[in-house]
């Protein structure tokens, strides 16, 4: 009689929720002699110049065509991580750099890439914030890619060996991976490092791939082709599951069909609590599938319509014609429902590739938002002539980012004013602010007589209040958007604003568990992504 296959348990953290169940897959990433150092002859040292050179032109072909694939496939918005790599390996002076290893230290174009990358990965991971080790593992995964092209090696190995299905178990998911999983080619994935913010968490979030991080040496202890259970609502994953343990996940994954199943036939219907007071639940979106997926799933409205791809995808500044083109494509399934359109929020973690940057020692404290719009006028000027023309169809709503002080609100509207002026537009779109920082919060009763509405953004606001960046793993216990100090606060803007309407936008709209409160704060529209909008309502017909 064979022995029973050992039964382990592992627990990490949950950074994409989700049941799902397969044979493991480790993978051992092979990082082809990143730090394996080969001389050449000086008489070799043009043809290796010629061979780097060529094996640029390879990776950015190779990350155009992943770009257009995971915009298609995965997320518009997300595709921009590829556009960003080619940014990134068209650079001149990362390139000289290279060449001049490559001609003075007699160097193999792999060696030199090697160090060159391997300098800068080593800068990034230094930095404490985790949006910096993200850049190391995007400057790794390009490195990586072109070395490959040196070496000829055209197949990415999850491609050719990922069995479909499998519950894939690895170091880090980098960019370069994530074009693999699509389709259900993973049921989950297993990581050792990886945050909510991280690239990782982004892709299997829009993918809906439950995703566990944080387990420890995983690609060791996991054994590989082994039957899993992933429970990523939980942050658990059960190797070799017993009977029980068995019939407990098939139980748990029925009773979410079934949840989902009734959420989605009511999900048309509006949304009333229990004691009778109507909540309408938004979307949160970037591109013209996120409109079709929450008109499927029966939004309310667009509660968060984001810029930044418009402009992020472009090799130069969109033209007042582009933008309203683009807009009006992206949002036209919408018709006549409310759409909140947010102002480009450029600042901080999101650079903008087509003004001087300005050196700031904390960014995140720096020119962002509205700040930056107001130092560039025209910026500000050529969205409120687009908003102005697209209000002629659409029920436009223009939601200000990161404001701090009232005055930010008054400038704004002068602007609107200005554009109205110079296009002689018909109806003016409402304005509201956004509430992000605790000085807005605070000042809600002033800021609310310069606007038509107030909107909360809690994550950011979560980490304004707590001074505790989102993406710096190093003060994650810190970042608690659940915490009585933050409801306290949308308590007081709230009641400071008794007749104001009232949407919140961040994640914490998407929780049930945070709801109630966030009802009874006296907000009356949640804001979220397309896929929650069924659960949600549901969640809100339970509150009483």
Known sequence: MRDEEPNQKFFGKTISPGLGQGRTFVYQRNLWRLNEIQDIKISETEAEVRRFELAVAEVLRDLENVAGQVAEEIDKDLSNIFHAHMAMVSDKGLKEEIKKKIRQEQLSAGSAV???????????????????????DDIHDLAQRLVLA????GAHELKENLPHGAVLVTDRLMPSDTIFLTGRKASAVVLEVGGKASHAAL????MGLPCVSGIQDATNKVPSG??????ADEGMVIINPKKKEKIFFRQKQEQRHQIRSKALSNSHKPAITRSGKPVSVFANVGQKEDVREAIKNGADGIGLYRLENIYMARQGLPDSDRLFKEIRETLFDAGQLPIFVRLLDIGADKPFPFKKKQRESNPSLGRRGI???????????????????????????????????????QKVKDYLQKAASQTKAGPMPKIGAMIETPAAALSASEISKHSDFLSFGTNDLTQYTFAADRENGAVEAYFDDTHDVLFRLLDIACRDAPRMPLSICGELAGREETLPKILN???TTVSVVPTSIPEVKEAVRQCD
């Open 114 to 136: 090697s160090i060159v990358f391997g300098r800068w990965e080593r800068r990034f991971s230094a930095m404490e914030a985790e949006i910096a080790r993200e850049k190391a």
């Open 150 to 153: 040196l070496a000829g090696v």
């Open 203 to 206: 892709f299997a979030r829009e």
């Open 226 to 231: 082994k039957p899993a259970l992933v429970d």
């Open 371 to 409: 700040r930056f719009l107001l130092e560039y006028p025209e910026l500000l000027l050529t969205q409120m002539e687009v908003f102005l023309q697209l209000n002629r169809i659409f029920d436009i709503h223009v939601l200000v980012p990161m404001v701090t002080l009232p005055s930010d609100m």
């Open 521 to 523: 704060c006296g907000i």
